[in-house]
C-alpha cells in the first residue's frame, strides 16, 4: 500500500527538494500538507485547519428529507482551555444531524470522550464507523437510546447489536469517560475507560449465538466489513433537543493495524473474577471465552498451584463447544500452550487432581 510518507518522499524527489531551489521546496511543501490534510483528525488540525475541513455534515428534516449542511453550525469547542467543553447539537427543529470525516480511514480506530445525555424515547445517539449512513457496505459503533446502550457491526446485508448497559461505567450519563472502536480486518473491539467491554466479530456465512458480559461480550456478523470506514456521530432528537457532550478536541480516528497483536487475560466465564488468582474449591472451572478468529498463533500461559488437566475447547458453527486439545499440568509449573489451528472462539476448562486449588497464571497472546 502507498503511504502518505511514500508519496511525500515521491514529490521531493521529483521537486528537486534539498537542491537549495527555494520553490520547488515550497511547492514540496504545499503538496506534502495538502496531502497530510486528512491522514488523522487530531486537536491541532482543528487549530490549523478547522472542523469543516475535516467532515461533512447533514440534517434530517422533521419530514424525514435529508440536506447538506456545514459541521461547524452544530459541532463546537465551546472552550480551548480546561475542561475543554464542546458540543454536538440538534435543534428541536431537526429530526437529526450526522457528523462524518471526509476521509476514510483503514482498518481505523477512533477514540472519543463524551458525556452520554439522558436521551427521551425515540432520540438516540451513534458514534463509531459508517460509510456515510445507512449502512453500505460496513459499520461498527456506538448505540445509546433512552433505555438501553448497544453496540453495533454489520451492513447493508444486516447489523447485528449487542446490549452493553450493564457494562458501562454507572456513571456515564454524568461523567466523562473514553470510548473506543478499533476495526481490524477479524473484528471490532470495543473499549470503555481503555477496557475492552464487547468484540464483534467479523465471520461472513457464519454466526455464533452471542455472549453477553461480563467481563465482555462476544458477538458476530455474517455481512462483510469494509476496513475502510468514515468516522461519525449522529445525534437524533427526532423532534426534541438533544445535545451531546463531545467537543472536537475529545474526538480522535487514524488508521490503524489490520490485525494486532494482543494480550487477554482470562477470566472465570461470566464474571469480572480473573482466573489468575482465583481458588478452584471443587470441580472445574471454565474461563470466559476468547474471539482468537484470524489470529495465526494463539498461546495460553498458565500455572497453578496443583496438578490437573488442561482442556482447550474450540465453539463449532453448531454452537456446541467441543475439545481441542488435553493438556497434563505439573504443579506449580508454567504451561505455555501455542495453537495454529484456526477457530472464532477459544476457551479452556481446568479440573486440579487435589483441592484447594489456586490458579497464578492464566493469559491468551494473540499474533
Same mark, same amino acid.
Given at each position: ?16 527538494f ?5 520553490g ?6 504545499a ?12 486537536w ?17 428534516a ?20 480546561t ?36 436521551? /427521551?424515547f ?5 458514534v ?36 452493553? =448497559? ?10 466523562l ?6 476495526l481490524?480486518?477479524?473484528m ?11 468484540y ?19 458477538f458476530?456478523t455474517e455481512?462483510?466489513?469494509s ?16 445535545? /451531546?457532550?463531545?467537543?472536537p ?15 487477554i487475560?482470562?477470566?472465570d466465564?461470566?464474571?469480572? =473474577? /480473573? ?7 471443587a ?11 484470524g489470529?495465526d498463533t494463539?498461546t ?8 490437573g488437566t ?38 479452556? =476448562?481446568? =479440573? ?7 490458579i497464578s ?7
Open positions: 500500500m502507498v503511504t502518505l510518507t511514500d508519496l511525500k518522499e515521491a514529490l521531493r524527489e521529483i521537486l528537486g534539498g537542491t537549495g531551489e527555494i520547488r521546496e515550497g511547492v514540496a511543501a503538496l506534502g500538507d495538502a496531502l497530510d490534510l486528512h491522514s488523522s483528525f487530531t491541532v488540525k482543528y487549530l490549523a485547519e478547522g472542523l469543516d475541513a475535516h467532515f461533512n455534515a447533514r440534517t434530517v422533521l419530514d424525514g428529507t435529508d440536506s447538506l449542511a456545514t459541521p461547524s453550525d452544530y459541532w463546537i469547542q465551546e472552550l480551548h482551555r475542561p475543554w467543553t464542546g458540543y454536538i447539537t440538534n435543534p428541536s427543529t431537526l429530526h437529526g444531524i450526522g457528523i462524518y470525516s471526509k476521509r476514510a480511514f483503514r482498518y481505523p480506530v477512533l477514540s472519543f470522550r463524551a458525556i452520554i445525555p439522558t436521551i /427521551l425515540g432520540s438516540s445517539i451513534y463509531g464507523f459508517e460509510n456515510g449512513s445507512m449502512g453500505g457496505n460496513g459499520l461498527a459503533f456506538f448505540m445509546f437510546h433512552s433505555g438501553a446502550s448497544y453496540v453495533v457491526i454489520g451492513s447493508f446485508g444486516g447489523s447485528t447489536n449487542l446490549n452493553i =448497559t450493564g457494562l458501562l461505567p454507572a456513571d456515564f450519563r454524568t461523567a469517560h473514553t470510548y473506543t472502536v478499533e481490524n480486518k477479524t471490532a473491539v470495543f473499549y470503555v475507560d481503555n477496557v475492552a467491554i464487547a464483534g466479530l467479523i465471520t461472513p456465512n457464519s454466526a455464533f449465538t452471542a455472549i453477553l458480559g461480563p467481563p465482555y461480550g462476544l458476530s455481512n462483510p466489513v476496513p475502510v470506514q468514515s468516522a461519525f456521530a449522529e445525534v437524533v432528537g427526532a423532534g426534541n433537543a438533544l445535545r /451531546l457532550a463531545l467537543p478536541i475529545y474526538f480522535r480516528v487514524s488508521d490503524g493495524d489490520p490485525l494486532p497483536p494482543k494480550v487475560r482470562l477470566y466465564a461470566g464474571t469480572n =473474577t /480473573l482466573f489468575a488468582g482465583l481458588t478452584i474449591a470441580g472445574s472451572e471454565t474461563s470466559h471465552p476468547v474471539p482468537v478468529f489470529y494463539k495460553f500461559h498458565f500455572r497453578a498451584s496443583q496438578a488442561l482442556l482447550i475447547e474450540v465453539l463449532m458453527e453448531t454452537n456446541n463447544w467441543r475439545t481441542y486439545d488435553t493438556l497434563p499440568v505439573a504443579a506449580d509449573t508454567p504451561l505455555y500452550y501455542s495453537m495454529y489451528g484456526q477457530a472464532v472462539l477459544t476457551r479452556i =476448562t481446568f =479440573t486440579p487432581s487435589a483441592y484447594p486449588c489456586t497464571e492464566a493469559e491468551a497472546v494473540m499474533s
